[in-house]
């Protein structure tokens, strides 16, 4: 425990980074060594780097600070450093007053290949991860400027690609040697999904940027010149979905996982005690939004009551890293024990070119305490609580007790007509507040036909949640099947062909729009059919769907 306490203490000490893990032997990384202890003076021997690297040049500094009434210092080098080999190297350990920072692994790929012109003094180029790859599959495009002179005032083309959707990830500096000339390299890393198969056209990029030393006391600059810089296209093969492919939803992916925790201990589980289950399902190379809503849980003896799914999207070095949170309260309406069935998420390897299946595997627990009561009608008072006149002997204030039940009786039903009142105001709202949200959501989706295929495909699963709320987190799919829309089944053909087809075509707008036409009228025909049955069955609408 001494040795694990004193190796933490250094740790903590004398600490190594750097700005890059992988690079090419012909590019430069930056190492900092920061040194917080109580002792003064003296370095680090650094010639233990120039077995694997070249020191091109090292910089201290001493810094103090204080942060929230805390005072800390610290001596801090920063080294810039070049890998003499290709290979896996390792920065090593260095030594300072007794501390030990920690090896840290460097991998050195080849060098890229040397710009045509030696002449050139700067230049763009165009990388991409992948050669071919299936729709909806992250693909990485990294655009480097190389320069060998000062460039100021640049000013760039963003990367759009028509049918993909496209997020900046990354952005770094850095410097490569190429034929021996040291080029500084400011490098943009772009997360690009195609949305249909076939060829995707990565348009050239220009770039305007003015060369030549900024002189503040110029009015003209002369010595300035302004130079325009071009990207090659690239052309990328995008496949459509494999044939093989048997999961319910296409997910393309590098990585999937599940994970699922308890908001406390599910072994203290107890009858009418909610408890939060939060499952959260991860994928690399996919966006939040390509996610699938999780199964839902239909258990007798639980009741559960899910929260709205959160989503998110990291970006890094390896592209987009999406998230969907689900969060559910599980309430025991009686004793006993439950399993909560497995969860499978089928997805597509991009790694292996296969398809893999990611499980939640079953969960038991039990519930203990009482059922929970029903409830039940409040009984008519007994004879004892109705004061029994005599009949022999009229007993003072008896007309008093006459009068109060009188006022009493006359409050109960003005307070039960108030009550009615508030109730009809409410339903009257509640159906006015109800009509508004269903014609906008009319609107909008008739909009939305002229859009791409994927807001309309989006436009059409919010209007059914508008219109059948118990239709929220079911696919489009599902919905068609939940429904029994025929309209709704040609739609979501017309969407697939246009988005996932192996020869994808534009939609056509005209007849599209006329499906969606007859779907909002089928609707309205179901929906006042329904409001009729249950009017001439003696019953009112409801208020909120249970």
Not at 13 to 30: C, G, M, Q
Not at 291 to 308: A, F, R, V
Request: aromatic share 6%; proline share 7%; with cysteine.
């Amino acid at each position: 425990m001494l040795l694990m306490a004193c190796s933490t203490a250094n740790a903590q000490e004398l600490t190594s980074t750097v700005d890059r893990n992988e690079l090419a032997i012909n590019e430069t990384f930056t190492l900092t060594l920061r040194y917080s202890g109580s002792q003064r003076g003296g370095q680090p021997d650094f010639d233990l780097l120039e077995q694997d690297f070249e020191v091109l040049s090292r910089q201290q500094s001493n810094q103090y600070r204080v942060i929230n009434g805390h005072a800390e210092s610290f001596v801090e080098w920063t080294v810039i450093l070049a890998p003499l080999k290709e290979g896996r190297l390792f920065v090593p350990s260095l030594h300072l007053h007794g501390q030990i920072s920690d090896a840290i692994p460097i991998t050195v790929n080849k060098a890229g290949q040397a710009p045509t012109g030696d002449s050139r003094k700067a230049f763009l180029e165009i990388e991409l991860d992948k050669e071919k790859l299936h729709v909806q599959e992250q693909l990485l495009v990294k655009v480097r400027l190389y320069t060998t002179v000062g460039l100021h005032d640049i000013a760039t083309d963003p990367l759009q690609i028509a049918g993909a959707h496209i997020e900046k990830v990354n952005e770094q500096r850095f410097e490569r040697r190429i034929d021996g000339v040291g080029h500084a390299v400011y490098e943009l890393t772009y997360a690009v999904f195609p949305e249909s198969s076939g060829e995707l056209q990565i348009p050239a990029l220009n770039y305007v940027a003015v060369t030549g030393r900024r002189d503040p006391f110029s009015l003209f600059n002369r010595n300035a010149q302004r130079i325009r810089l071009r990207s090659e296209p690239k052309t990328v093969q995008v496949e459509p979905k494999p044939d093989s492919y048997s999961g319910s939803n296409w997910l393309p992916a590098a990585s999937l996982g599940l994970v699922q925790s308890w908001s406390k201990d599910p072994d203290e589980f107890k009858v009418g005690e909610p408890i939060t289950r939060i499952i959260t399902l991860r994928a690399e190379g996919l966006r939040a939004a390509q996610l699938p809503p999780l199964p839902k849980l239909n258990i007798e003896g639980l009741k559960t009551y899910p929260d709205q799914p959160q989503q998110e999207d990291q970006p890094g070095m390896n592209g987009i890293t999406g998230s969907r949170i689900e969060t559910t309260a599980i309430v025991a309406t009686k004793p006993g024990s439950y399993q909560l069935p497995p969860m499978t998420i089928t997805w597509w390897d991009t790694k292996t070119g296969r398809q893999r299946a990611t499980q939640l595997p079953a969960f038991r627990f039990n519930v203990t305490g009482a059922a929970a009561a029903k409830p039940t009608a409040s009984g008519t008072p007994g004879a004892s609580d109705t004061p029994t006149p005599s009949t022999s002997k009229v007993e003072p204030g008896f007309w008093q007790k006459i009068a109060i039940a009188a006022i009493a009786l006359h409050l109960v039903w003005a307070l039960l007509f108030f009550r009615r009142y508030q109730k009809a105001k409410v339903r009257t709202r509640s159906r006015e507040s109800k009509v508004k949200p269903a014609k906008l959501a009319d609107i909008e989706l008739e909009k939305a036909v002229s859009s791409e295929p994927e807001v309309l495909h989006n436009a059409l699963i919010q209007w059914a949640n508008i219109h059948w709320p118990h239709t929220r987190g079911q696919t489009l799919y599902q919905i068609e099947e939940s429904l029994e829309l025929p309209v709704l089944g040609k739609i979501r053909e017309s969407l697939n062909k246009a988005m996932f087809g192996v020869n994808p075509r534009p939609m056509n707008q005209a007849h599209v729009h006329a499906l969606v036409q007859e779907l909002i009228r089928s609707s309205r025909e179901i929906q006042g059919t329904s409001s009729k049955k249950r009017l001439k069955n003696g019953q009112l609408p409801k208020l909120f769907d249970t």
